[in-house]
């Protein structure tokens, strides 16, 4: 299908790309992030079933570590999704980037509208999921859910060795500044050309779209949607976990 006879944004259909092919080196020894559990459950499964809970994603397709799709297509096997989701599998690269581009590599013609979550980021509330989905339904290229920082930031001259004091070389305005998060959407046509087209390395799909030099907006983000990233916010997750079942029970 040519580009031009593709539906629109805001007709088609939606699809997720989770990158879940990381070690997770900075949560310290032990199985690949993605397939450490949270109550029980691992961590990809809770980030498929977040990005599944959004009625408008009618694919999700897991990017898993290289040695083990097979592991992650019987997870997936083993734990339902609603019966609108479709999934599919495929084997990820050696950064974030190339794992994303091998999702993309397998989105089926038909998807129009494509949303890229990170599998470290188990607990996104679906309303965070649906504002990015609609506000590229409603014609932005490229969409990030950001929160406004709690912490001033500092620009430094990095040291050359770790625990080394480092020169502050600037202030940027806090209230200018945003932490993104994921999901970001995209539109189809525009991620696809900016994987292809970007080779810097990048931490966030939405910056390669930017290097094309269009408009990357941010909607809300929520504080849920928080990265696991270091062994403390295993415990955080934990604790979110925990509060939702309490809610839940009332
Ligand atoms: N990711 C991936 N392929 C890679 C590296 C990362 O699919 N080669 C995924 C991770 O699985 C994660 C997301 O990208 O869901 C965000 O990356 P990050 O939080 O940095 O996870 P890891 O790379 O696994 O963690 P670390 O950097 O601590 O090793
Ligand atoms: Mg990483």
């Known amino acids: ?33 993605a397939l450490r559990a ?17 009625r408008h994603v009618s694919l999700v397709i897991v990017v898993a570590p290289a040695d083990g799709a097979a592991e992650v297509k019987s997870l997936l096997d083993a734990h339902a999704l609603p019966e609108r989701t479709d999934f599919l599998v495929v084997p990820g690269g050696d950064t974030r980037q190339e794992s994303v581009k091998l999702g993309l590599d397998a989105l089926p013609p038909e998807y129009g509208v494509v949303l890229v979550h990170d599998a470290a980021r188990p607990l996104v509330p679906v309303d965070t999921v649906d504002a990015v989905v609609e506000a590229v339904r409603a014609g932005a290229p490229a969409v990030v859910p950001a929160l406004p920082l709690a912490d001033t930031v500092k620009e430094v001259e990095p040291a050359a060795e770790a625990g080394e004091p480092e020169p502050v070389v600037a202030t940027p305005e806090r209230a200018r500044l945003r932490a993104v998060q994921t999901p970001q959407g995209f539109d189809r046509t525009t991620l696809i050309r900016a994987h292809e087209t970007v080779t810097d390395n990048v931490t966030d799909d939405a910056s390669m779209v930017e290097q094309l030099g269009l408009t990357v907006v941010a909607v809300p983000g929520h504080e849920e949607a928080f990265k696991v990233t270091r ?20």
């Open 1 to 33: 299908m040519s580009d031009e006879s593709r539906p629109s944004p805001a007709q088609t259909a939606v699809a997720a790309v989770i990158p879940a092919a990381g070690r997770g080196v900075r949560l310290g020894p032990g199985a690949p992030k």
């Open 38 to 54: 949270l109550n029980g459950t691992p961590m990809l499964i809770h980030a498929v079933r977040a990005l599944a809970a959004s």
């Open 231 to 250: 062994p403390l916010d295993l415990v955080l997750a934990e604790a979110v976990l925990a509060r939702r079942r309490l809610n839940d029970g009332f």
